[in-house]
């Protein structure tokens, strides 16, 4: 099971199970860390997310409007990989979320890991991931 499952469904108001709009694997370079090296160099970080929304209106309709437009998601969210440094990957998943959910109120929920497959560890490690899910308030 992925991080992006680990957190189980997400529940409608009326108590079905929201559809989920995947992003997997987005990539780029960015300098967050708290090392100065980190911060100066630069290094990979990748990004998963999961929407939780219905998209019934949007299939029925054939309509984007009534979806999420997951290419322009995408680029705002490299954006954020790519924009002002942060500390913390808790601080840089927040960020994500935030955008995730300002993208369109039908957003009910959204799912973040953030990986940081080259993080400064002094073991050998395949990658580090922060997961957080995120509810509209």
Do not use: N
């Not at 991080?3 to 529940?11: D, F, I, K, M, R």
């Not at 160099?41 to 990748?46: C, E, I, N, S, T």
């Not at 109120?105 to 953030?114: E, G, K, Q």
């Amino acid at each position: 099971m992925s991080s992006l499952e680990a957190a189980g469904p997400v529940l409608g108001a009326d108590g079905r199970v929201l559809d989920r709009i995947v992003l997997r694997g987005l990539r780029a370079v960015g300098r967050h860390g708290v090392f100065d090296a980190e911060r100066r160099d630069g290094q990979p970080f990748g990004l998963d997310v999961a929407l939780h929304l219905d998209v019934a209106e949007a299939a029925a309709g054939d309509d984007l409007s009534a979806t999420v437009d997951y290419g322009a998601l995408a680029e705002e969210l490299v954006t954020v990989l790519t924009g002002e440094p942060v500390a913390l990957l808790e601080t840089l998943a927040e960020r994500v979320a935030a955008a995730c959910l300002a993208r369109s109120p039908r957003v009910v929920a959204v799912d973040v890991v953030v990986h940081k497959p080259r993080a400064p560890l002094a073991v050998p490690f395949d990658d580090v991931e922060l997961a957080v899910r995120r509810v509209r308030a």
